[in-house]
């Protein structure tokens, strides 16, 4: 197929589904294909079907500013708007599987800069520009290559109202949106976003600290800004223009000629939940399961007993560490031999092991070494019993030890007051897997007056999520390696060769879970307390991914050992996410016997 005959069906909205059509169908007897061929359809028409097709859509978003006061004190130009324009940049490419681009005004300022911002914006969308004439270069022409979001953001402010595509008065943004309509054919939002909750001001105050600023140097600028910016206006004229204006993030939303198209519903949807509070995400999979051992995907079965140790442990490291204050926790287990040598040595310590700070590099084989200043806070004596908080007396010890052929010790650092009471969430899947690896996690009633709303806190409620469940295999499920390659030679050949798009006969694919994770991780955006989400190694995989800011691509290369969990620390002042690793055992299993599938 020649690039002319793509050319047209770009310049209109359904370009996508009309150049998939073309491009090539795979039931029609006169195409032949090759492998690859066959591959980079599969490809397109999965990540079509998944992503709802949104990138079909040319689409521009512009993230301005809003001016609100709050008793005098302005901090008008750091509403969050460069974290938003970040975040719905990752949405589009991560959910959509569209094309999407941060264009910073401040960047194209200066006698030919507006013409550049113009040429880049013609060069984004305009697919003919690319070097490409092969229609199934999935990479150039595919899906990545047709329509997109450009997220033309004014990072300097005061500085962007140099340009005209600043969109700071009501004639910019009328002028933008004819230039953007009629000479790209692209469809235009703007985004406002205004703060005056004294949470938005608190937040606020500790951006512009981060940023370095002082007061005075804030003063001046909210000043020079006051002076030019003219929020949407609300006085009808400008009903044409669609619009979002977001008030205090996600308390209120004002949206405008914004639900005529689904991407825009959907946008809508997705900022509607965004904040930009400091928050933190921790995930964990399953326990080992009775499957996992007999090296079985899918199906629903139970813990195995070391998978019910690591729920045992998971619940330990809830209360210390997602719902307390401390900030590490380190799981140590003796065996038989070694339970002797700790009794000889508590009694030639002739102190109290609780308080001590001598158990440094004290660790097991699953992974675990304690740390400085890390405290012995609980123990467990034998398998499968519940942990108990450590003797406080010597003597007292050394009984509890006495006929002890196993113990594990719970090592906590950091603030250990307070443990269990920093309200959290849960959430699991809907299988039986991740809900008994949260068995152990206490729930108390937290005391009314820890929430804004003023009703007492049902701690670690779980709440379950069929979205969450592990990827359906379909015909395979329940079946092992070795049973799935004697039905089908060729499946692990055909995996390999694109993970992120084989679907399991009448089962599910990657793609398939990122559609159904759409509406979780939306819903994950709006959480801000810290939060637990136990559930399987392909859904971990991409929500790491998600969090971590990957493509989707870099996603299902991910690791996620069983018997750990990682936390994800988001600061909200604009530095990536952050994670740690805390394995916590009893052993640290990498290898699921399924590494070939
Ligand atoms: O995409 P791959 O790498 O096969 O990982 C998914 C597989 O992981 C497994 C275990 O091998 O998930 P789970 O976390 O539920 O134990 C299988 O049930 C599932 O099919």
Not at 374 to 380: N, S
């Given at each position: 197929?020649?690039?002319?005959?793509?050319?047209?069906?770009?310049?209109?909205?359904?370009?996508?589904?009309?150049?998939?059509?073309?491009?090539?169908?795979?039931?029609?007897?006169?195409?032949?294909?090759?492998?690859?061929?066959?591959?980079?359809?599969?490809?397109?028409?999965?990540?079509?079907?998944?992503?709802?097709?949104?990138?079909?859509?040319?689409?521009?978003?512009?993230?301005?500013?809003?001016?609100?006061?709050?008793?005098?004190?302005?901090?008008?130009?750091?509403?969050?708007?460069?974290?938003?324009?970040?975040?719905?940049?990752?949405?589009?490419?991560?959910?959509?599987?569209?094309?999407?681009?941060?264009?910073?005004?401040?960047?194209?300022?200066?006698?030919?800069?507006?013409?550049?911002?113009?040429?880049?914006?013609?060069?984004?969308?305009?697919?003919?520009?690319?070097?490409?004439?092969?229609?199934?270069?999935?990479?150039?022409?595919?899906?990545?290559?047709?329509?997109?979001?450009?997220?033309?953001?004014?990072?300097?402010?005061?500085?962007?109202?140099?340009?005209?595509?600043?969109?700071?008065?009501?004639?910019?943004?009328?002028?933008?949106?004819?230039?953007?309509?009629?000479?790209?054919?692209?469809?235009?939002?703007?985004?406002?976003?205004?703060?005056?909750?004294?949470?938005?001001?608190?937040?606020?105050?500790?951006?512009?600290?981060?940023?370095?600023?002082?007061?005075?140097?804030?003063?001046?600028?909210?000043?020079?800004?006051?002076?030019?910016?003219?929020?949407?206006?609300?006085?009808?004229?400008?009903?044409?223009?669609?619009?979002?204006?977001?008030?205090?993030?996600?308390?209120?939303?004002?949206?405008?000629?914004?639900?005529?198209?689904?991407?825009?519903?959907?946008?809508?949807?997705?900022?509607?939940?965004?904040?930009?509070?400091?928050?933190?995400?921790?995930?964990a999979?399953?326990g080992?399961?009775?499957?996992?051992?007999?090296?079985?995907?899918?199906?629903?079965?139970?813990?195995?007993?070391?998978?019910e140790e690591f729920a045992r442990r998971t619940a330990e490291f809830v209360k210390y560490v997602v719902c307390g204050?401390?900030?590490?926790l380190?799981c140590?287990?003796?065996?038989?031999?070694?339970?002797?040598?700790?009794?000889?040595?508590?009694?030639?310590?002739?102190?109290?092991?609780?308080?001590?700070?001598?158990?440094?590099?004290?660790?097991?084989?699953?992974?675990?070494?304690?740390?400085?200043?890390?405290?012995?806070?609980r123990?467990q004596?034998?398998?499968?019993?519940d942990f108990?908080?450590?003797?406080?007396?010597?003597?007292?010890?050394?009984?509890?030890?006495?006929?002890?052929?196993?113990?594990?010790?719970v090592?906590?650092?950091?603030?250990?007051?307070?443990a269990g009471?920093?309200?959290g969430?849960l959430?699991?899947?809907?299988?039986?897997?991740?809900?008994e690896t949260a068995q152990f996690i206490e729930h108390p009633?937290?005391?009314?007056?820890?929430?804004?709303?003023?009703?007492?806190?049902?701690q670690m409620?779980g709440?379950?999520?069929?979205?969450?469940?592990?990827?359906?295999?379909?015909?395979?499920?329940?079946?092992?390696?070795?049973?799935?390659?004697?039905?089908?030679?060729?499946?692990?050949?055909?995996?390999?060769?694109?993970?992120?798009?084989?679907?399991?006969?009448?089962?599910?694919?990657?793609?398939?879970?990122?559609?159904?994770?759409?509406?979780?991780?939306?819903?994950?955006?709006?959480?801000?307390?810290?939060?637990l989400?136990i559930?399987?190694?392909?859904?971990?995989?991409?929500?790491?991914?998600?969090?971590?800011?990957?493509?989707?691509?870099?996603?299902?290369?991910?690791?996620?050992?069983?018997?750990?969990v990682?936390?994800?620390?988001?600061?909200?002042?604009?530095?990536?996410?952050?994670?740690?690793?805390?394995?916590l055992?009893?052993?640290?299993?990498?290898?699921?016997?399924?590494?070939?599938?």
């Amino acid at each position: 197929m020649s690039r002319n005959l793509i050319r047209p069906v770009f310049r209109h909205c359904q370009a996508v589904s009309l150049f998939a059509a073309k491009v090539v169908d795979p039931m029609d007897p006169t195409v032949k294909l090759g492998d690859s061929d066959y591959f980079k359809h599969q490809q397109l028409v999965q990540s079509l079907g998944s992503s709802s097709a949104p990138s079909v859509r040319f689409y521009f978003l512009l993230a301005t500013t809003h001016l609100c006061s709050n008793n005098g004190q302005h901090l008008a130009w750091m509403r969050g708007k460069t974290h938003i324009a970040r975040e719905l940049k990752r949405y589009i490419e991560f959910f959509h599987g569209a094309r999407a681009e941060i264009f910073s005004v401040s960047e194209y300022i200066g006698p030919d800069g507006e013409d550049k911002l113009y040429e880049a914006l013609n060069s984004f969308f305009d697919v003919t520009n690319s070097p490409t004439a092969d229609p199934y270069d999935f990479e150039q022409c595919g899906v990545e290559g047709v329509g997109g979001f450009a997220i033309i953001l004014s990072s300097d402010t005061v500085e962007s109202t140099k340009s005209m595509w600043s969109a700071h008065t009501k004639w910019h943004r009328k002028w933008m949106a004819r230039k953007l309509e009629d000479e790209l054919q692209a469809e235009v939002c703007f985004i406002q976003i205004s703060v005056d909750s004294p949470k938005g001001e608190k937040y606020l105050s500790d951006l512009a600290a981060y940023r370095g600023m002082t007061l005075e140097e804030s003063r001046d600028l909210i000043a020079n800004y006051q002076d030019h910016y003219v929020p949407i206006q609300m006085d009808q004229s400008e009903d044409q223009t669609p619009f979002i204006h977001l008030m205090n993030y996600n308390q209120k939303m004002v949206v405008n000629k914004m639900m005529r198209s689904f991407v825009g519903s959907q946008v809508c949807h997705f900022l509607s939940n965004l904040h930009p509070f400091q928050h933190t995400v921790y995930l964990a999979r399953h326990g080992e399961s009775e499957f996992n051992v007999e090296m079985r995907i899918g199906g629903d079965s139970g813990l195995s007993r070391r998978g019910e140790e690591f729920a045992r442990r998971t619940a330990e490291f809830v209360k210390y560490v997602v719902c307390g204050h401390a900030n590490d926790l380190v799981c140590v287990t003796l065996t038989a031999k070694d339970v002797p040598k700790l009794r000889d040595w508590i009694i030639e310590l002739k102190r109290n092991i609780v308080a001590t700070r001598d158990w440094a590099d004290f660790g097991d084989a699953s992974g675990g070494v304690v740390r400085r200043f890390m405290q012995l806070k609980r123990m467990q004596i034998g398998w499968a019993a519940d942990f108990e908080d450590t003797p406080s007396t010597v003597q007292d010890l050394l009984r509890r030890l006495e006929k002890a052929k196993v113990v594990t010790l719970v090592f906590v650092g950091g603030d250990t007051s307070g443990a269990g009471t920093v309200p959290g969430r849960l959430w699991t899947s809907s299988l039986r897997r991740t809900i008994e690896t949260a068995q152990f996690i206490e729930h108390p009633i937290l005391p009314a007056g820890l929430m804004t709303d003023g009703k007492p806190y049902y701690q670690m409620r779980g709440r379950q999520f069929r979205n969450m469940d592990e990827v359906y295999a379909g015909e395979y499920d329940g079946l092992t390696e070795e049973e799935i390659t004697k039905r089908a030679p060729n499946v692990i050949a055909d995996r390999k060769r694109d993970k992120l798009g084989f679907r399991y006969p009448r089962g599910e694919s990657y793609y398939d879970i990122i559609a159904r994770l759409e509406s979780v991780m939306s819903h994950l955006e709006r959480i801000q307390q810290p939060i637990l989400i136990i559930s399987h190694q392909a859904v971990l995989r991409l929500m790491y991914g998600w969090l971590m800011h990957k493509t989707r691509e870099d996603s299902v290369e991910t690791q996620v050992p069983q018997h750990e969990v990682v936390r994800i620390c988001f600061d909200g002042l604009g530095g990536g996410p952050v994670e740690t690793r805390f394995p916590l055992g009893p052993t640290h299993l990498t290898d699921d016997g399924q590494s070939d599938l």
